[in-house]
């Protein structure tokens, strides 16, 4: 399937539901970050992916002073009514995730119930394990929403 977010021509996905209305994404993401233009683009195109196949991303994309990185399983990018419901679970987590939760926002998970957020305003694209605490479980991934697209790759 041909997809402007998606380049890698092995990988696998199905489009959860038809494309959104600028409102409608607005209604749920209204904060400005950066590359938010190509993060409206792609749910009026298409509301969420499930990766049929398995999929992953890895993090030696961002920038670090760290020698290692990780290759994150991502199972697919939630819809926009996924993304408001689970912005509001984590909340209640714990005072520690309330607090991150205010400058972050969850758009992507994987099938162990970690997930991918994007920083507001910096746009830099995070992810989380929840086993862990959530200072030692974050991980920078990418720098933005569009990186993050054009990154994914099947699952070795």
Known sequence: MNNIFF??????FQVSNGSLTKEQIESVIAQDFKGK????????????????EGAEISTEYF???????YELE???IY????IQKIWEAI????SEAKKFMKTHFPFAGNAGGNDFFIEI????VKYVSWEYDLEE????????????CLAIKPLE
């Open 121 to 124: 305003p910096t746009g830099i």
């Open 37 to 52: 233009d190509d993060f409206v683009q792609f749910y009026l195109l298409q509301n969420g992916v499930y990766f049929t």
């Open 7 to 12: 380049t890698n021509p092995n990988l696998k």
């Open 137 to 148: 479980g974050l991980y920078n991934v990418v720098a933005n929403f569009k990186s993050f």
């Open 91 to 94: 909340k209640e987590r714990s």
């Open 74 to 76: 991502i199972e697919s």
């Open 63 to 69: 920038p670090t002073d760290e020698d290692q990185y």
């Open 79 to 82: 819809r926009i009514d996924q």
